[in-house]
């Protein structure tokens, strides 16, 4: 920095600076390049990964993406270092200081150390993966990226929600395993409940052969509970993960159509109005 200064004085100004801009415009466009090769080299590095049948695809967009994330990190902190170099600082001093002053304010960030070592444990453990529908700290929705200082997942409303690790104390991963369809149908106390039964269970036959996404049943437990005015049989399926909801979609409206053709009744309440007259005086 003293010579750039003594530049000055000995009339090299314009020189000194056009010097300066030039380095710093070769730095900005060697950035820029380095980043666009370097994302290019680890996204076609983790595509190639997607033909390992061993390797989840929704491992892969996670390592991927925090893969990137780190890349740029790392590359903007040598670029930061090359253009504090350019205009005479000595960079490792420089580093070294705020080493010192990071140490200092290191106590007034325990959230930030407590996200990085969460997030660490998250991707270390599989807990979770993109594309995967969780429960994570009181949100529900499909993961979009997992960092080491954040987890963004987007509801299903489409919210695009931000949670800092550390306020993930537990995860419920809904995207491990085949995921369960749940249906409970209606009949009236006047139908034979062994006939319902059957009529439900040939459609539920009639749908798994129809629907792939539909790994095991549907089949009919059996009577569930007994209601004020119905008999409620319940109806599971083992499905895909994510096509669970489809399925019960799916079952409801199927299920209820089987029951309207053997005139089985689903019963529904009623309501009856009695009209008082007023009687007339003499």
Not at 121 to 143: H, M, P, R, S
Not at 155 to 162: A, R
Not at 179 to 187: H, N, P, T
Request: with cysteine.
């Amino acid at each position: 920095m003293e010579q750039w200064f003594n530049n000055l004085t000995e009339g090299t100004f314009i020189v000194g600076v056009a010097l300066i801009i030039g380095q710093v415009i070769l730095a900005i466009i060697t950035f820029l390049i380095a980043r666009l090769v370097g994302k290019r080299i680890i996204k076609s590095s983790f595509n190639k990964m997607e033909s390992q049948k061993n390797i989840s695809r929704g491992r892969i967009k996670t390592l991927k993406k925090l893969s990137i994330n780190v890349f740029s990190y790392v590359l903007v902190f040598i670029f930061i270092t090359i253009v504090i170099s350019i205009f005479g600082l000595d960079a490792t001093a420089l580093i070294a200081g705020a080493g010192i002053v990071g140490l200092a304010i290191g106590f007034g960030a325990q959230g930030l150390v407590s996200d990085v070592v969460t997030g660490f444990f998250l991707l270390l453990e599989k807990q979770i993966d993109v594309d995967d529908y969780v429960t994570a700290g009181g949100i529900d929705g499909i993961v979009e990226e997992v960092g080491l200082r954040t987890t963004q997942i987007r509801g299903f409303d489409g919210t695009l929600n931000y949670i800092p690790n550390r306020e993930i104390s537990s995860v419920s991963n809904h995207s491990r395993g085949n995921m369960r369809a749940l249906v409970d149908m209606s009949i009236s106390y006047d139908d034979n409940i062994d006939e319902a039964i059957a009529v439900l269970q040939n459609a539920c036959d009639r749908i798994a052969a129809e629907d792939s996404s539909i790994k095991d049943g549907p089949n009919v437990i059996g009577v569930q509970g007994l209601g004020d005015s119905d008999v409620i049989i319940r109806i599971l399926a083992k499905t895909e993960n994510m096509a669970q909801w489809a399925v019960e979609r799916k079952l409801r409206k199927e299920l209820k159509e089987a029951l309207d053709a053997n005139n089985i009744q689903i019963p529904f309440p009623h309501q009856v109005y009695i009209e008082k007259k007023e009687q007339s005086s003499i």
